[in-house]
């Protein structure tokens, strides 16, 4: 009997089944649902909430891990994992210049900017 030879042999076993899709292995989601779960937070990562995309990338994260398992899932994960990379530098990069510039690069018009003014001028800071 050929062991090197047999497809049913574990080592072949092993090289065609990638494993599981999601960080809970065999407790998480099976294929299926994995990609109708991926699918619904990347598009609704669009709709302002990229949080999503975080979770998405964290939960599929064997995905990321693995190039060339899961191809129907992939494209979800990687374009989760772009956006909330292109969400985080813009996010970053509005705070960074309100933190670093502030006053000496907005000039007067900072006054009008800032939030910790905003009840002195609707009036909310006396209990008349």
């Given at each position: 009997m050929e062991t090197g030879n047999n497809p049913n042999s574990?080592?072949?076993t092993a090289m065609s089944n990638p494993g599981w899709p999601t960080i809970d292995?065999?407790?998480?989601?099976?294929?299926?649902?994995?990609v109708a779960y991926a699918r619904r937070?990347?598009?609704?990562?669009?709709?302002?909430?990229?949080?999503?995309?975080?979770?998405?990338?964290?939960?599929?994260?064997?995905?990321?891990?693995?190039?060339?398992?899961?191809p129907r899932l992939r494209p979800y994960v990687v374009g989760s994992a772009a956006g909330f990379t292109?969400?985080?530098?813009?996010?970053?990069?509005?705070?960074?210049?309100?933190?670093?510039?502030?006053?000496?690069?907005?000039?007067h018009v900072w006054d009008e900017l800032v939030m910790y003014n905003v009840a002195d001028k609707l009036g909310l800071t006396g209990w008349s």
């Open positions: 574990s080592s072949a292995g065999p407790l998480g989601l099976s294929e299926e649902e994995s937070f990347f598009r609704f990562g669009f709709c302002l909430l990229p949080w999503l995309w975080a979770l998405n990338c964290f939960y599929f994260w064997p995905v990321l891990l693995r190039s060339r398992s899961f292109v969400f985080t530098i813009l996010l970053s990069s509005w705070a960074l210049t309100f933190i670093i510039g502030g006053k000496h690069l907005f000039g």
